[in-house]
C-alpha cells in the first residue's frame, strides 16, 4: 500500500481558493488511481474528484462530482509522487475535512472503498 500525506487546507472567504497537496510514500506512486473526498459534519464521505494514473493531452482521465464541476481541478504530477486538488471560487457548502485516497483499482477508488487514506486536512469556508 501507499501512505499519504495531505496539507494545504486552512480557512479561506467564500470566493477564495485554496490547493490541498497530498504526498504519497511507500509504493510505486504512478501505479495509483488517485482521489480526494470530502466529509462534512453530520454528512457522508464524498467522492469531490478522482484521476487516473496516467493523463495526456488526449486523455484527460479526470472526474468530477457536480457541485464542484469548473470550480475543483485535480491534478498529479508522478515525477514527485503527489497529487493536487486547486479549490477555486470556494463556498461555505465546501466547508469540509478533505481526504486524499488510492487505490490500483479505479473501481474501488470510486465505488467500493479506496485501500490508502490520508489523515485529512480540514478546509473551512466562512466570512
Known amino acids: 500500500q501507499v501512505q499519504l500525506a495531505e496539507s494545504g487546507g486552512g480557512l479561506v472567504q467564500p470566493g477564495g481558493s485554496l490547493r490541498l497537496s497530498c504526498v504519497a510514500s511507500g509504493s510505486s506512486f504512478s501505479a495509483y488511481h488517485m482521489g480526494w473526498y470530502r466529509q462534512a459534519p453530520g454528512k457522508q464521505r464524498e467522492l469531490v474528484a478522482a484521476?487516473?494514473?496516467?493523463?495526456?493531452?488526449?486523455?484527460?482521465?479526470?472526474n468530477y462530482a457536480d457541485s464542484v464541476k469548473g470550480r475543483f481541478t485535480i491534478s498529479r504530477d508522478n515525477g514527485k509522487n503527489t497529487a493536487y486538488l486547486q479549490m477555486d471560487s470556494l463556498k461555505p457548502e465546501d466547508t469540509a475535512v478533505y481526504y486524499c485516497?488510492?487505490?490500483?483499482?479505479?473501481?474501488?477508488?470510486?465505488?467500493?472503498?479506496?485501500?490508502?487514506w490520508g489523515q485529512g486536512t480540514q478546509v473551512t469556508v466562512s466570512s
Open positions: 485516497a488510492a487505490d490500483r483499482s479505479l473501481l474501488a477508488l470510486v465505488s467500493t472503498g479506496p485501500s490508502s
Open positions: 484521476i487516473t494514473t496516467h493523463t495526456t493531452p488526449a486523455v484527460d482521465g479526470t
